[in-house]
């Protein structure tokens, strides 16, 4: 394994995709740690623009060499390089404005869980429609590569288009939806491991054409805690990340290592959501608490973050003329509960606007 100089030598020979540079010379390697007991290293780079598909490749290479030399997780961070630095090292010619995919100002959310079946598409089709009911610019990302459930859940019969290279996602509830459902065929074998997955995502990121800037892009990430997620956590831009868990005290034991892969990946958490918290007799108002009680706040209190919110037991009431058996309408109780965990969201960024 390298050491820290090591690890900050390699990293000077990459360049700054837009000044071509080096970052030795643009002083872009900002900081190196290492967990020598966990093979983890931790990296934090400033380029000239974040938020691009420039960006994504980088990182890409950059996580791709320090596990060639041993590691065996990365965590890595952007920041955009002082103006003087820019400036100086400004090439001349006009500037290269493609591919700011997403865009700074777009807060991207992976909805991660420690295993399958707990509701994570189900809380990721619903926290996107609720966010876009707000009015928020959203797409969503179905990146769950052991069952890509979104478009049926959100009832979308369309395909998106592709146009040159670029491919325009399709709209529902206000939602724009990417799903790998779109580019496989039904039925075929679950072949999308680390490095396909890899590119697929990094598609999804650059010739996806979202349109306006997105406010919000959420991904339906792969469950589990295994080396597909960890790739996936890996290849990601600076996202936030949302545990779900169900309120099974064991079922948060395993949600509490989907969360330490966040933290090693240097994600911030936003928050835990519950899902199935309860049963809830449409008669008596009477609460059967049937997966267990208490998983929601024991992992938010593990992991120091808020609960966001529970998320009883309940089916959507769909009419047939507007099928989406998993999108919970607006004056649905549930539908409720997720415009509010939609609205904390929202507000956590509010500040920063
Ligand atoms: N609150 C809920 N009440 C009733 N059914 C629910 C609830 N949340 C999810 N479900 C149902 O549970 C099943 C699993 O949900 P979902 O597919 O969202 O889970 P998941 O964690 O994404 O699973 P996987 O990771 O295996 O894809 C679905 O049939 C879904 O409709």
Do not use: C
């Amino acid at each position: 394994m390298l050491t820290e100089n090591e690890v900050r030598n390699l990293l000077g020979n990459f360049q700054d995709p837009f000044l071509h540079k080096s970052l030795k010379e643009t002083k872009g390697v900002i900081d190196v740690s290492i967990n020598e007991e966990k093979k983890h290293v931790s990296v934090k780079l400033a380029i000239s623009k974040t938020g691009t598909r420039e960006q994504i490749q980088i990182q890409q290479k950059v996580v791709e060499k320090l596990k060639e030399s041993g590691f065996a997780t990365v965590g890595i961070r952007f920041s955009q390089l002082p103006d003087e630095i820019i400036e100086k090292f400004r090439p001349e010619g006009p500037e290269n404005n493609n591919g700011l995919l997403p865009s700074n100002k777009t807060v991207v959310i992976s909805i991660a869980s420690g295993k399958g079946g707990v509701g994570k598409s189900t809380v990721s089709v619903n926290l996107a429609v609720n966010l876009a009911r707000m009015g928020k610019k959203v797409g969503l990302i179905d990146a769950d590569i052991y069952g890509f459930s979104v478009p049926d859940m959100m009832g979308i019969i369309d395909r998106p288009v592709v146009r040159g290279e670029k491919i325009f996602p399709v709209e529902r509830y206000g939602v724009k939806v990417i799903s790998m459902a779109f580019f496989v065929e039904e039925n075929a074998p679950v072949i999308w491991r680390g490095p396909m997955l890899g590119k697929m995502l990094t598609n999804f990121f650059t010739e996806v054409e979202w349109g306006d800037d997105l406010d919000f892009l959420l991904l339906d990430l792969p469950p589990g805690t295994g080396d597909v997620a960890l790739d996936v956590h890996q290849m990601l831009p600076t996202s936030k990340e949302i545990i779900v868990t169900t309120p099974h005290p064991t079922a948060a034991f395993v949600a509490a290592r989907a969360g330490a892969m966040a933290v090693q990946t240097d994600h911030q958490i936003l928050g835990v959501i519950e899902n199935m918290s309860y049963y809830e007799s449409s008669k008596t108002g009477e609460k059967a608490y049937i997966f267990g009680q208490g998983g929601g706040d024991k992992l938010a209190e593990e992991l120091n973050v808020p609960l966001l919110g529970q998320i009883p037991l309940g089916q959507p009431d769909w009419d047939d003329d507007d099928f989406a058996p998993s999108v919970y309408q607006i004056k649905h109780p549930i539908g409720k509960i997720y415009f509010k965990i939609a609205e904390k969201i929202a507000n956590m960024f509010e500040e920063h606007k």
